[in-house]
């Protein structure tokens, strides 16, 4: 990758090219403004990083007319907007910290993230961080993104139009359908632009497109009478529906080597601040991630180590995203219940999700004095308690990046928006472990478009305040009911899940899909947003060439398992992981077949691994119960049933795979005349080959080649020649 790739890395130069496109935005938005309706196929609303992986998906998959609106001028979302440049991905694998495994387009931004640092610190991972592997500043990771749309842009394919400064005012309905969003710039010309599309996705902040089009949704707490879920609220009080996980507006700081303490911030009071946590432990994070004797504030969130890398002074930098800074959306201080009070009677009441975005402004406001609050109560009262060194806050100054006043992110860190009510909504048992060792989700979706697993994670929802008076300091604290480090499985998305129950017209992305809001404490991390975007965008292009409806592709299994085809075999880019095996890169030959094959229920996952072996060793047991199943999901299949006595003496009545291995009997003629099946022996090529003729389906020949490297079948090998055979039948039955 070269550097010009990379040309914005100097703030200076970032700050004079935004300027200028700046400018030359103003001006298009201008000119089409007096046109007043743009038409397109494809709209997307929104700039965060499932949008952006929405508009490049759908590009790739070839869409023509994509049209990409964003209220800012940055794109990329938690990577640079929100300012979260640590890239959260952790799992849990064999009771170690480790990073989910990455596929789809996150694989693809990792790699342009790895090789920007490389390029520009010698390093591709410089920021011994505790919290992730992976690190990114915030001005880099938003010119990333421009360069991940810019082939598809008016500077490439054309098929991106990319306007910025708008937001959604109103959405046009043709009955039941979406047609169209009407957006006004956030420059307030007095000028509206309507956008008139077959499709629209929804990866707005807030959920904007889907409150205003009149889709059913959800923001807050749902009641345990809603899903049952073991940790719902079952009841709420007056408060109690403006309840979120909270934002949190990041800090990022550069090292200064001087003294650089902020003003004070006008709502500051160190009792808000009292016991924040270790400011700081010198580590290189050797013992990996989420090492509990590195935590500390500073090495929590740090995006470039120089202390131990070795690079030149100044080159330090950190980000504070820490507890203390978390802004509760309930219990609102006194001046910004007054403030929206005055904006609109009854503002204060509403949850953020149904704000204006100027009554949205007003709570940002707030959350930025707070964040401002915590960086100047470590730079003076946890500096003067701790001493002088060189790593001390003091020495940290805001980094000017960012182009805003304060020198903060133009976007808080968003962990729960709107919940859009869809078609499937995935609920806490549907996730939900028992143990702290995450093995399969309990309902794993046959329509599942991406694969997950992070905690039910939420921060202090609420607050206390600590005079009993609402204009005075107050902590956040957690809930019975919300908090973090609930065990979940691995689980799946499901396609059911972006779909609205009754709009047209319309897709989720983002945060706004159907999960309840226990379950989106454990969806909502960098990999996970991109890759809603991406599953919404392939079943956008399934819609448009089709001329169907969302629903129709939900409804139809031969049109979802189209689209989890183009998932994993990926667009210009590696494929989406469908079903959440820890070992299994999209490059690997067996990514496809493993993942269709599982997702259909055709080859089951080990029930107490999260890995899947591929050089493993067939048995003739597993065979047996793969072939069966193949079998069974075939149109024209037969039914058996169990016969008694058992027909093998080696596979008694209670044997769990009894009855796959006697339908191998039952529906061919396999190895009935033996007194014994022989279930744990080895399994070689040939005997598949020999069942497959048996059964009367396909059988490569390749497996009975004397010069073979191997007579024995190993996973890797029997998932791809069973799942082409599974694509030989797949083809018979559609035409």
């Known amino acids: 990758m070269s550097r010009k790739q990379f040309q914005l890395t100097t703030p200076f130069e970032f700050h004079m090219k935004r300027i200028f496109l700046l400018i ?13 309706t743009i038409d397109t196929d494809l709209l997307i609303v929104g700039g965060n990083e499932s949008a952006c992986a929405a508009a490049v998906q759908a590009a790739r998959l070839g869409v023509k ?35 989910f495994p990455r596929s789809g387009l996150f694989l693809e931004m990792i790699e342009r993230i790895r090789a920007y640092n490389s390029l520009t610190y010698g390093v591709a991972a410089p920021g011994n961080c505790w919290s992730a592997t992976e690190t990114i500043e915030p001005a880099a990771a938003a010119r990333l993104f421009e360069n991940l749309l810019l082939p598809y842009t008016e500077k490439g394919s054309g098929q991106i139009q990319l306007l910025r400064g708008l937001y959604p005012v109103k959405v046009n309905l043709d009955g039941n359908r979406v047609i169209g969003v009407v957006f006004e710039r956030v420059e307030k010309c007095d000028e509206l632009i309507t956008v008139q599309a077959r499709l629209t996705v929804d990866s707005s902040d807030w959920g904007d497109v889907i409150r205003l089009s009149g889709a059913k949704y959800s923001a807050g707490p749902d009641l345990r009478s809603r899903f049952g879920e073991p940790s719902a609220p079952e009841t709420l009080d007056d408060e109690g529906h403006q309840e979120m996980n909270p934002i949190t507006w990041a800090i990022t700081l550069k090292e200064a080597g001087r003294d650089v303490t902020i003003p004070k911030p006008p709502t500051y009071d160190e009792r ?12 290189n994070m050797a013992a990996g991630i989420y090492s509990q004797p590195d935590l500390s504030i500073y090495t929590q969130r740090r995006l470039v180590d120089r202390w131990h890398f070795g690079f030149p002074p100044g080159r330090e930098k950190t980000q504070l995203i820490w507890t203390e800074q978390d802004y509760p959306l309930c219990q609102l201080p006194k001046r910004v219940v007054d403030a929206l009070e005055a904006s609109e009677p009854g503002s204060s009441r509403k949850n953020i999700v149904d704000m204006t975005p100027a009554q949205r402004g007003i709570i940002f406001d707030d959350a930025r004095q707070h964040s401002l609050g915590l960086l100047y109560h470590l730079q003076t009262r946890v500096h003067e308690k701790n001493g002088d060194y060189p790593q001390s806050f003091r020495y940290m100054e805001l980094s000017d990046e960012f182009g805003t006043p304060d020198h903060l992110p133009p976007k808080p860190y968003v962990r729960e928006g709107l919940r859009l009510e869809a078609l499937y909504m995935l609920r806490e048992q549907d996730i939900r472990a028992d143990t702290h060792e995450p093995r399969w989700a309990k309902m794993m979706p046959g329509d599942a478009v991406f694969g997950f697993q992070f905690h039910i994670d939420f921060h202090p929802t609420r607050r206390t305040y600590i005079t009993g008076r609402r204009d005075g300091p107050w902590r956040r604290v957690h809930t019975a009911s919300r908090n973090w480090h609930t065990n979940t499985d691995r689980a799946m998305f499901p396609l059911r899940g972006l779909v609205p129950v009754e709009r047209d017209g319309l897709l989720g992305a983002s945060k706004n899909i159907g999960v309840s809001s226990v379950v989106q404490a454990a969806l909502r991390l960098h990999g996970q947003m991109m890759q809603v975007g991406q599953a919404s965008a392939t079943v956008a292009w399934l819609c448009l060439r089709d001329g169907i409806q969302p629903r129709e592709v939900a409804a139809s299994p031969v049109r979802y398992r189209e689209v989890q085809c183009r998932l994993v075999r990926g667009c210009g880019g590696p494929g989406v992981l469908l079903w959440p095996w820890q070992d299994m890169p999209p490059e690997a030959m067996h990514f496809e077949a493993a993942n269709m094959l599982a997702v259909r229920g055709i080859w089951p996952a080990d029930a107490e691994s999260v890995f899947f072996d591929p050089d493993k060793i067939m048995t003739r047991r597993e065979l047996a119960r793969v072939l069966a199943r193949l079998y069974r999901s075939l149109p024209e299949a037969k039914e058996w049933h169990s016969s008694l006595p058992p027909r093998f003496a080696d596979v008694p009545v209670n044997d769990p795979d009894r009855a796959a291995i006697e339908a191998m009997i039952a529906l061919g003629d396999c190895d009935q005349q033996q007194a014994v099946f022989q279930p744990d022996l080895t399994c070689e090529r040939s005997v598949l080959y020999r069942w497959l003729k048996a059964l009367g389906l396909p059988a490569n020949a390749s497996l009975i080649e004397k010069d073979s490297a191997s007579p024995t079948l190993t996973r890797a090998e029997a998932v791809r020649l069973l799942y082409g055979v ?10």
């Open 726 to 735: 599974l694509q030989i039948a797949d083809k018979a039955v559609t035409h």
């Open 24 to 36: 030359v935005t103003f001006g298009i938005l201008c000119s089409q403004s007096r046109a007043a």
């Open 65 to 99: 007319r994509i049209v990409l609106i964003n209220d800012i001028q940055w794109l990329g979302g938690q990577f640079s907007s929100e300012g979260v440049g640590p890239v959260d991905e952790r799992t849990t694998v064999r009771g170690k910290s480790a990073n």
């Open 272 to 283: 808000t601040f009292v016991n924040p946590g270790r400011a700081w432990v010198d580590s």
